[in-house]
Nanobody, 110 residues
Framework: VQLQASGGGSVQPGGSLTLSCRVS????????MRWYRQAPGKQRELVAS???????NYTDSVKGRFTISRDNLKKVAYLQMNSLKLEDTAVYLC?????WGRGTLVTVSS
């Protein structure tokens, strides 16, 4: 099983990024997919999750700004991030069943 996250980068406050997590080696349709983030000096935080039936949940700080989605044909989970804030700066990681992908860095700075 492999998870490959991509899409990070540097943006100004108010900007947008879309992260992708491509999964291989397992039946993607049955997976619960989660995005976490870890900022320097802080604990890892669950940002968003999506179930196999497309039910989504978000941490309060990103509600209304971030959208998690999935494409079962492509075996990809996405995290659309809008209205980015300085405090969104972190390494973002995707996870399923305690399997982790390598993180992708999101830097929000002016």
């Amino acid at each position: 099983v492999q998870l490959q996250a991509s899409g990070g980068g540097s943006v100004q406050p108010g900007g947008s990024l879309t992260l992708s997590c491509r999964v291989s080696g397992i039946n993607f349709r049955v997976l619960y997919m989660r995005w976490y983030r870890q900022a320097p000096g802080k604990q890892r935080e669950l940002v968003a999750s999506i179930t196999p039936t497309f039910t989504t949940n978000y941490t309060d700080s990103v509600k209304g700004r971030f959208t998690i989605s999935r494409d079962n044909l492509k075996k990809v989970a996405y995290l659309q991030m809008n209205s980015l804030k300085l405090e969104d700066t972190a390494v973002y990681l995707c996870e399923t069943g305690q399997r982790w992908g390598r993180g992708t860095l999101v830097t929000v700075s002016s």
